[in-house]
């Protein structure tokens, strides 16, 4: 198993683009999330989901998109970068409440 | 609203030496589940120990074990026999209904 995958590791953008950061699980996880990680700030939710077809906000989703058509995929979209979306974003998936969450190895996004 | 609070931003230990991280709780969930997730400089997040809300039994992972006072809201992770590979940052992790708070991290040192 490759666990949960994410594309790319390291992205620059400028103030406007906009971006789909890609994850990806093969252990047929039903929840799914993303969360950015900030410096002094720990890790916070942005936009999660409970299967396919389902997805809520999470603590901050101002400035992204998610959808949910498949098991195995969740994307985040940027619709148009701000410099305060420069952080390390993780994507995470779980199969159970109490098993916690599998993380990816993240993306550094900067933001010119 | 779910909370976690981590009141040590740094901690250091020597080698073989005990260490204990702090962390604080607030939620209005009666079902809930506990984590301390380690992120060594690599950045992937790694699974330590996983308490249930529901089971009085502090959980034990081999050296890691963890101190739950459920009335205190308070979940405590102990480190024994710390090992240089210890050194990371370490984030108590919260959360029912496919929520997870994270609190802001305790940067854990292990002194040779």
């Given at each position: 198993?490759?666990?949960?995958?994410?594309?790319?590791?390291?992205?620059?953008?400028?103030?406007?683009?906009?971006?789909t950061l890609?994850c990806?699980?093969?252990?047929?996880h039903e929840y799914m999330s993303w969360y950015?990680?900030?410096?002094?700030?720990?890790?916070?939710l942005i936009h999660y989901s409970v299967g396919a077809g389902i997805t809520d906000q999470g603590e901050v989703p101002n400035g992204y998109n998610v959808s949910r058509s498949t098991t195995e995929d969740f994307p985040l979209r940027?619709l148009?970068?701000?410099?305060?979306?420069?952080?390390?974003?993780?994507c995470a998936s779980s199969?159970?409440?109490?098993?916690?969450?599998?993380?990816?190895?993240?993306?550094?996004?900067?933001?010119? | 609203?779910?909370?976690?609070?981590?009141?040590?931003?740094?901690?250091?230990?020597?080698?073989?030496?005990?260490?204990?991280?702090?962390?604080?709780?607030?939620?209005?969930?009666?079902?809930?589940?506990?984590?301390?997730?380690?992120?060594?400089?690599?950045?992937?997040?790694?699974?330590?120990?996983?308490?249930?809300?529901?089971?009085?039994?502090?959980?034990?992972?081999?050296?890691?074990?963890?101190?739950?006072?459920?009335?205190?809201?308070?979940?405590?992770?102990?480190?024994?026999?710390?090992?240089?590979?210890?050194?990371?940052?370490?984030?108590?992790?919260?959360?029912?209904t496919n929520k997870?708070?994270?609190?802001?991290?305790?940067?854990?040192?292990?002194?040779?």
């Amino acid at each position: 198993n490759a666990g949960v995958t994410q594309t790319p590791k390291f992205q620059v953008l400028k103030t406007g683009q906009s971006m789909t950061l890609q994850c990806a699980q093969d252990m047929n996880h039903e929840y799914m999330s993303w969360y950015r990680q900030d410096p002094g700030m720990g890790l916070r939710l942005i936009h999660y989901s409970v299967g396919a077809g389902i997805t809520d906000q999470g603590e901050v989703p101002n400035g992204y998109n998610v959808s949910r058509s498949t098991t195995e995929d969740f994307p985040l979209r940027l619709l148009s970068a701000a410099p305060s979306q420069t952080s390390v974003y993780f994507c995470a998936s779980s199969y159970s409440e109490r098993d916690g969450l599998f993380f990816g190895p993240g993306t550094r996004l900067t933001v010119l | 609203a779910q909370t976690v609070t981590q009141s040590q931003p740094e901690m250091s230990v020597q080698e073989a030496e005990t260490v204990t991280l702090s962390c604080t709780y607030d939620t209005s969930e009666s079902d809930y589940y506990l984590f301390w997730y380690k992120q060594p400089p690599s950045r992937q997040m790694i699974l330590v120990i996983r308490q249930e809300a529901y089971k009085q039994q502090n959980a034990t992972e081999n050296r890691f074990s963890v101190n739950f006072q459920k009335a205190a809201k308070s979940f405590s992770l102990k480190i024994s026999d710390s090992q240089l590979g210890d050194a990371a940052m370490y984030f108590c992790v919260g959360g029912a209904t496919n929520k997870l708070i994270f609190g802001t991290g305790t940067l854990l040192a292990v002194q040779p």
